[in-house]
């Protein structure tokens, strides 16, 4: 079996250089090491919420958790992205960064619905509570049928988990729903599943169908496997397959990879009212569809 490389030298540098730049950039909108808010922000509100748990009142820790959970969820999505730009050879094909893209919009996902706006400091907490009781929970459910002596040392995370909500005077429900299914509830607060985090971020990023088919790699679906195959025909008439490296599609999930970071840092630029910086995303936006342009990709892609 041969590889076809239809991706140049210079398409290669400048989807490495989009994606690294933009991981920089991100680090300027959102600087480290605690995201700051503006006087007047919503999160600044947040901050000086007047919630009261079963001891003390909360102050600003709770809230500030939420931020600090986001901010990590966003560096997942910069280490898919960063991890993409060294996979990119000539020779790729769009296979490893679908599956890479896929990644990210999981991550990307999380970091949006947590950071929604107007929801509030007590429900922004409680969102943040069913992440992490739902992820001590299914940790723990697995981890049980591999050996079951884990099953006590992972359900002991679900117990500090639950101890940490109650100390702020939440509690976090699973609500079973047949054998295998069931919802997670807090404050009047439901968490969204896999599917639903993604199809609201595809909305954003204007991506339609996007977590489908790239989920579709990232499940080995034979469809997304022959996509990076080719037939051919030897000079002896044998039939076999090429490697098919597919520029549009290798740069579709290149720009598509930014989207589950930038989307999220927009929303969070916007609940800790850095304006100055919202006009960095905008240029970050022209720039891109500059890069679209000069790279003589799709025109419905950069055309407004």
């Keep these: ?30 600087p480290e090491p605690q995201w ?21 009142p ?21 280490q898919s992205m960063r991890a993409l730009a060294a996979s990119l050879t ?20 999380q970091a949006l619905w947590l950071l929604e706006q107007g929801i509030g400091a007590r429900a922004r907490v409680a969102r943040f509570m069913l992440v992490r009781a739902s992820g001590a929970r299914n940790r723990a459910e697995q981890l049980a049928k591999t050996d079951p002596g884990w099953a006590d040392k992972y359900g002991d995370v679900q117990k500090r988990e639950a101890a940490f909500a109650a100390s702020l005077g939440l509690r976090c429900e699973y609500v079973p729903k047949g054998k295998y299914r069931g919802d997670w509830w ?5 968490l969204s599943g896999y599917t639903e985090r ?9 991506s339609p169908a996007a977590y489908a088919i790239y989920s579709g790699a990232i499940h080995a679906e034979w469809n997304a496997v022959m996509d990076t195959w080719e037939p051919i025909t030897l000079e002896d008439g044998r039939l076999a397959m090429t490697l098919r490296s597919d520029r549009v599609a ?4 290149v720009l598509v990879a930014a989207s589950p970071a930038v989307i999220p840092a927009v929303r969070a630029l916007q609940l800790l009212d850095h304006r100055g910086r919202l006009v960095l995303v905008d240029h970050w936006v022209t720039n891109t569809l500059t890069l679209m342009r000069r790279m003589h990709l799709p025109a419905d892609w950069w055309r407004s």
Aim: hydrophobic letters at 40%; a negative charge.
């Design 250 to 253: 290798i740069w579709a999930a």
């Design 186 to 190: 807090c404050e009047g607060q439901k």
């Design 1 to 30: 079996m041969w590889s076809m490389a239809d991706l140049t030298d210079e398409d290669i540098s400048e989807m490495q250089r989009f994606l690294l730049d933009t991981c920089a950039d991100l680090k300027c909108w959102l």
């Design 58 to 78: 909360w102050g600003p820790d709770p809230v500030l958790s939420v931020y600090t959970g986001a901010a990590l969820y966003l560096e997942l999505v910069m």
């Design 198 to 206: 993604n199809r609201a971020l595809e909305a954003q990023m204007l």
């Design 90 to 109: 000539p020779e790729s094909t769009h296979y490893i960064p679908n599956c890479l893209v896929r990644a990210g919009m999981e991550a990307g996902s």
């Design 36 to 56: 700051r808010p503006g006087w007047q922000s919503e999160a600044a509100r947040e901050l000086a919420n007047q919630e009261h748990g079963q001891d003390s």
